[in-house]
């Protein structure tokens, strides 16, 4: 092996503590580690020959040594932290959250500040509220304050100037900064005022503050404003009482680590509690290359993942005894502004909830790793490699567009979950050309669009916009049949309603190229790799309902085309027709005695008239 040519390298490293970096023959870091004493720990390698399969693979694959010495074991556990993070090491736990936990992000490094749904903390001045769990309550808390508060949404550069406000303004979704005349500077940072109290779950402190001003705008006779007010304060009590109930007041804040650890990979479960209520339980998966033999160093890593953007609250509850448990204290502890102490509870109701923890990995792991669902998860892992996505893309919602010659056009939506598909959630819609641009061919009513450009935005202007109001579910991927001009559209519908950072994918036919908005090549993937067979599943079940619901409106369209124009023939009476001849060439056929014993006499006598005068 490899590292056996190391040996002189490795005596002559430091007895100091530090970083070290396990390289292949292609110069890609496959491991990182910490150590107190570099020596020591590289050494113990050389002998770690047989200890697990996992190790034996990483032993074949070593090529090469780097190292990076620190002043303290500390700095080295952060510094580990920051390269697995970087580099993504294959024989690392990377834990991974798949359900995609989104944030809510307050833009107060701006004048005008925006409140938009992001990914990811960044380090810029901005407030962040969240994660939320499930994804769908950042979308309707989002909304809320668009709605009560009149935050922004657009991206517009605000200086004022603006002649006329938009149609958020005029439904009631925003204040309108751009127009000075309606709202100034100050009365729109009292607005944002609000929605960080909110946003904070300060609601005794807003609805204080919100009661005082309605008091004060009704005595001034104000009432519209005072209305406005008085609605915005039972919303936000209708909030709170709909809050989740399991509280203990003795457990204040502390988060709460259960694992389950398997040969498939593993599932660490996290309850945050705070001023003694479970608020919010977050999911990560472990993958499975990673050198993870045992559950106390699952849970380091996965304190140390979890904590890079979060700040610890002040206890920390594990389900094992952890062999590092000083240090990560410290380490967490110079992370925030108070000491913070991780325990391994052994009784009461602490223990209660660690056990609860574990029994909710448990599950979740079954759910993740059996047979059933495993090729699942590895398509849907190797679809987020290749697309570059942030995250696993477990619901994922495909668009397609069916007609002939604008006839009867109509769209489909299909919705993938976990690798299978959900019927109850799929979608049919006809098109009714209410978005249709200037450059839009028309059908000869100049009704109905010929151009699948114009069809395809607007089923995604109607759905997302729909969803928005709703509050979600969002999907993590969103696939448009189509190339190029088919993903502009659709991108310039989700960002007309403010949903332009979800992710579109155009997928041609033919080709079976995949077109990404910051790619100009599209991707040419392997016929027989598991992330295409799982989008051209999709995709072919997006084109199969989307041709059904053709047929069946094609069909509904000949039948009103003979029937329903008859005078005297309604639903129910064209139903009858149907049934008893069989078609409407079977009613044609039929005499006055038999079309009356259908439908009596006097409608039967308009049949007959009708189908004798179109003879």
């Known amino acids: 092996m490899a590292i056996q040519d190391l040996r002189k390298k490795i005596a002559q490293l430091p007895e100091q503590p530090g970083v070290y970096i396990w390289v292949n023959k292609a110069g890609r870091t496959i491991y990182v580690g910490k150590a107190r004493s570099l020596r020591v720990r590289v050494k113990s390698y050389l002998s770690a020959w047989g200890t697990s399969r996992k190790i034996e693979a990483l032993l074949k694959e070593i090529s090469d040594l780097e190292i990076i010495v620190t002043d303290s074991v500390i700095e080295a556990l952060a510094l580990e932290n ?70 922004r949404s657009c991206n517009e550069v605000i200086n004022g100037d603006r002649g006329r406000p938009c149609l958020e303004y005029d439904i009631k979704r925003c204040v309108a900064p751009c127009v000075s005349d309606i709202c100034s500077e100050n009365k729109y940072q009292e607005a944002v005022y609000r929605s960080q109290l909110f946003l904070e779950g300060r609601n005794d402190e807003l609805v204080k503050k919100l009661h005082e001003e309605m008091e004060n705008a009704a005595e001034e006779e ?14 936000i009590q209708a909030i709170q009482n709909r809050q989740q109930k399991i509280s203990t007041v003795s457990l204040g804040d502390r988060d709460i680590f259960g694992l389950k650890l398997g040969l498939s990979g593993g599932v660490v479960q996290v309850f945050s509690m705070r001023r003694g ?17 045992n559950e106390s160093a699952v849970l380091e890593t996965a304190l140390q993942q979890f904590y ?51 029994r909710n990995a448990k599950i979740s792991y079954q759910a993740h790793f059996n047979a059933n669902t495993a090729a699942h998860f590895e398509a849907l892992e190797k679809l987020r490699l290749l697309l570059g996505l942030p995250v696993l893309p477990r619901r994922i ?34 098109i009714k050309g209410d978005l249709i641009g200037p450059d839009t061919q028309l059908h000869g009513t100049g009704t109905l669009p010929v151009n699948d450009y114009a069809a395809i935005r607007e089923v995604v202007h109607r759905r997302y916009r729909a969803l928005l109001d709703r509050g979600g579910p969002f999907p993590d991927l969103i696939l448009v049949d189509g190339g190029k001009g088919q993903l502009s559209v659709s ?90 001849f069989g078609s409407v060439s079977g009613v044609r056929r039929a005499t006055l005695e038999e079309v009356g014993g259908v439908v009596g006499p006097r409608a039967a006598a308009a049949v007959i008239d009708y189908f004798s005068t179109s003879a």
Not at 223 to 234: G, H, I, M
């Open 222 to 235: 104000r009432f519209e404003e005072a209305a406005r007010l008085r609605d915005a304060v039972r919303d």
């Open 397 to 430: 919602e495909s668009v397609d567009v069916s007609n002939i010659q604008g006839s009867e056009t109509v769209a489909s939506l299909v919705v993938c979950e976990d690798g299978r598909m959900k019927k109850k959630d799929y979608r049919k819609f006809r």
């Open 277 to 293: 209520r479970v608020v919010e339980r977050f999911e990560l998966l472990v993958n499975s290359d990673a050198i993870a033999d």
């Open 82 to 151: 920051h390269l697995i993070k970087e580099r993504a090491p294959k024989f690392n736990i990377l834990l991974r959250d798949d359900k995609n936990y989104p944030y809510l992000k307050l833009t107060t490094s701006e004048t005008f500040p925006r409140l938009i749904v992001a990914r990811q903390i960044e380090q810029a001045g901005d407030f962040y509220a969240g994660p939320f769990l499930p994804s769908r309550v950042a979308h309707r808390t989002m909304g809320l304050a668009h709605r009560i508060f009149g935050i």
């Open 491 to 580: 991108y310039e519908a989700l960002e007309e309603i403010g949903l332009g950072n979800l992710v579109v994918v155009g997928i041609a036919k033919r080709e079976e190229l995949l077109y990404l908005r910051n790619k100009k090549e599209p991707i040419v993937i392997d016929s027989h790799d598991p992330a295409l067979l799982l989008v051209r599943r999709i995709r072919d079940e997006a084109h199969r309902f989307a041709i059904t619901f053709h047929r069946h409106s094609r069909t509904l369209r000949d039948l009103r085309s003979e029937l329903d124009t008859i005078p005297g023939i309604g639903s129910k009476r064209r139903k009858a027709l149907l049934n008893a």
């Open 308 to 358: 890079q953007v979060r700040v610890p609250p002040k206890e920390i509850h594990v389900s094992n005894s952890l062999e590092n448990i000083d240090l990560l204290s410290s380490w967490l502890s110079s992370r925030g502004t108070r000491k913070v102490q991780i325990k391994v509870p052994r009784r009461g109701d602490k223990r209660a909830l660690v056990d609860l923890a574990i």
